[in-house]
């Protein structure tokens, strides 16, 4: 019984021990990546409006940017889940949004509700578009009057710039490798040359 329990007390130590590894190279390329993917959306973005007023930083992209630059290999993480998620959720909560304007309670509920199943029937299932599909309804003034642009920015070219970042600086090393299914990628890269 003690060898048992010394073994299992062994293999426990053992696992934690290798899921709190501190590996500096990626926390290195992890903090480059989602610094520069949040921080270029914002300075595209910072001419137009004040800092108080810059609707191109939602949110949804904080979490987005764990799962893409922290997380890579998650199928969470993917392309389409980031971009599809996002867009089907932000269309969602628009929609719910116009049908359902005075009740706040229900149209959230309602938005974040479809928007999960809305991605996992497409396949697109990425977590940051719930949050997605909630701005669109208890956003401030100047996101709710953005109505159907909300789709396109700040949700569709905040996910191009992420997304962008993330083939850029999770591709640096050999180590890492972004994004997991890279027949799309290769198809671009053999392509984008004259």
Not at 143 to 167: D, E, K, R, T
Not at 169 to 178: E, I
Request: glycine share 8%; hydrophobic share 45%; aromatic share 12%.
């Amino acid at each position: 019984m003690r060898r048992k329990i010394r073994k299992h007390v062994r293999a426990a130590r053992y696992i934690l021990y290798k899921e709190t590894l501190v590996d500096r190279k990626e926390h290195f390329w992890t903090f480059l990546g989602s610094f520069t993917g949040i921080a270029l959306i914002g300075l595209l973005h910072s001419p137009y409006f004040e800092a108080h007023d810059n609707l191109f930083l939602i949110g949804s992209f904080g979490a987005s940017a764990v799962l893409i630059y922290g997380v890579i290999n998650s199928p969470l993480a993917q392309p389409r889940n980031l971009i599809g998620g996002h867009v089907i959720s932000a269309i969602i909560g628009v929609t719910i949004h116009k049908l359902i304007p005075g009740e706040l309670w229900l149209a959230a509920a309602l938005s974040v509700s479809l928007s999960i199943v809305c991605m996992q029937i497409t396949k697109t299932l990425h977590p940051p578009g719930g949050a997605t599909a909630l701005i669109a309804n208890i956003g401030s003034e100047k996101i709710l009057s953005l109505g159907y642009l909300y789709v396109i920015s700040p949700v569709l070219s905040g996910c191009i710039i992420l997304l962008a970042v993330a083939i850029f600086f999770n591709n640096r090393t050999s180590h890492r490798s972004y994004p997991r299914n890279k027949r799309w990628y290769l198809f671009w890269k053999r392509y984008r040359r004259p």
